[in-house]
């Protein structure tokens, strides 16, 4: 490929693997800036600058992988969860999430707790319910651990979410949407009021 003929140029021109490194850094910087900007007036710039970085994006993940850099693809990984919803490709989201957390690593509890999250949340959307489960439980523990209210109640109003197959679960689910919506409310984060209040309406839905 282009990409790969290019990577060879570079090794080639005495270039150290250090440039790639830089290069995966910057755009996981990018993706955890542009989450912050997607319950802003700007989402729909930084949704579209995203999409106008998905080659650069896929090869600073590919390279994170291939050279164990878990810090990085579990970054990318977190950051993203947002803009693969909104472009409807959660089945390459979890794909990136699966790949990034087999890897034992030693990068901050919060990071992979963000892949966790994003984890449980493409699994739902993609009908997984018990790999769904898996990963918001342990990303409410690590949540919970650091103590992250926003996301544990985050994590806890998607599990609420993923429980909902019948009429108990249906009850239960909103009553933890309600709480986490309490919680987002008592700290003004209005990113996760939007986030929850349209999880409340998917579940009366149901």
Same mark, same amino acid.
């Given at each position: 490929?282009?990409?790969? *003929?290019?990577?060879?140029?570079?090794?080639?021109?005495?270039?150290?693997?250090?440039?790639?490194?830089?290069?995966?850094?910057?755009?996981?910087?990018?993706?955890?800036?542009?989450?912050?900007?997607?319950?802003?007036?700007?989402?729909?710039?930084?949704?579209?600058?995203?999409?106008?970085?998905?080659?650069? *994006?896929?090869?600073?993940?590919?390279?994170?992988?291939?050279?164990?850099?878990?810090?990085?693809?579990?970054?990318?990984?977190?950051?993203?969860?947002?803009?693969?919803?909104?472009?409807?490709?959660?089945?390459?989201?979890?794909?990136?999430?699966?790949?990034?957390?087999?890897?034992?690593?030693?990068?901050?509890?919060?990071?992979?707790?963000?892949? *966790?999250?994003?984890?449980?949340?493409?699994?739902?959307?993609l009908e997984q319910s018990e790999a769904a489960n898996a990963y918001l439980d342990d990303a409410i523990a690590l949540f919970t651990q650091l103590g992250d209210r926003n996301n544990a109640a985050r994590s806890i109003a998607l599990r609420g979410f993923a429980d909902a197959t019948d009429q108990d679960g249906l009850t239960r689910g909103i009553a933890l949407a309600q709480k986490?919506?309490?919680?987002?409310?008592?700290?003004?984060? *209005?990113?996760?009021?939007?986030?929850?209040?349209?999880?409340?309406?998917?579940?009366?839905?149901?």
């Amino acid at each position: 490929t282009a990409r790969q *003929l290019m990577h060879d140029r570079l090794i080639a021109a005495g270039h150290s693997e250090d440039i790639f490194q830089r290069h995966a850094e910057y755009y996981a910087g990018l993706a955890e800036r542009a989450m912050g900007e997607y319950s802003s007036p700007n989402h729909t710039t930084w949704f579209a600058r995203i999409w106008a970085e998905q080659d650069n *994006l896929r090869a600073a993940f590919a390279w994170s992988i291939k050279h164990d850099q878990t810090s990085i693809s579990l970054r990318l990984v977190g950051a993203l969860r947002e803009y693969w919803r909104n472009y409807l490709f959660q089945r390459e989201g979890l794909r990136w999430a699966v790949s990034a957390l087999e890897h034992i690593d030693k990068s901050p509890s919060s990071i992979r707790a963000n892949a *966790l999250l994003a984890a449980g949340s493409h699994a739902i959307d993609l009908e997984q319910s018990e790999a769904a489960n898996a990963y918001l439980d342990d990303a409410i523990a690590l949540f919970t651990q650091l103590g992250d209210r926003n996301n544990a109640a985050r994590s806890i109003a998607l599990r609420g979410f993923a429980d909902a197959t019948d009429q108990d679960g249906l009850t239960r689910g909103i009553a933890l949407a309600q709480k986490s919506l309490e919680v987002m409310r008592t700290s003004n984060d *209005l990113g996760g009021m939007i986030e929850i209040c349209n999880l409340l309406g998917e579940i009366e839905r149901m």
